[in-house]
């Protein structure tokens, strides 16, 4: 499991410039950050190696931020890669709440995800034969 950083944030001009620039001047560095919006607002997920200290300044700076455990894994690269990690998670009936990724350029691509059910995710993803990431891997690629 790795903790995200989710920010709910006004779907405004120069929102998300300043929401940038208070974790670079606190000299946090993002690895990933996705947005899902709708017309008034965007939930904001990122990932950070300082999660905590990454919610603790966006709140100070008037941010509305949240820790939310997710799932890093290391999916391989290729057509359905994806889709037998999922296929396997819908068998053991774990639900997948929101999904993002990106690639590594190593053959193989990170695939964050929040489940329904954090307990039984590690067993599953190492059945199906796919390697789970703790915070210290993921900040290595």
């Known amino acids: 499991?790795?903790?995200?950083?989710?920010?709910?944030?006004?779907?405004?001009?120069?929102?998300?410039?300043?929401?940038t620039r208070v974790l670079g001047d606190a000299e946090i560095s993002m690895h990933t950050l996705t947005i899902a919006e709708t017309t008034d607002y965007g939930v904001v997920r990122i990932i950070t190696d300082s999660p905590a200290?990454?919610?603790e300044t966006l709140d100070?700076?008037?941010?509305?931020?949240?820790?939310?455990?997710?799932?890093?894994?290391?999916?391989?690269?290729?057509?359905?890669?994806?889709?037998?990690l999922l296929e396997a998670f819908d068998e053991a009936g774990i639900n997948v709440?929101?999904?993002?990724?990106?690639?590594?350029?190593?053959?193989?691509a990170i695939?964050?995800?929040r489940v329904d059910d954090t307990q039984r995710v590690a067993a599953v993803v190492l059945k199906a034969g796919y390697h789970l990431l703790e915070p210290g891997d993921l900040y290595a690629y």
């Open 1 to 19: 499991m790795i903790d995200q950083v989710t920010v709910f944030l006004e779907n405004s001009k120069g929102r998300l410039a300043a929401l």
């Open 53 to 55: 200290r990454a919610a």
């Open 60 to 84: 100070a700076a008037g941010y509305r931020a949240k820790i939310t455990p997710v799932v890093a894994i290391r999916v391989p690269d290729e057509a359905g890669g994806l889709a037998s």
């Open 97 to 108: 709440e929101y999904a993002y990724c990106f690639s590594t350029n190593k053959g193989y």
């Open 111 to 113: 695939d964050i995800l």
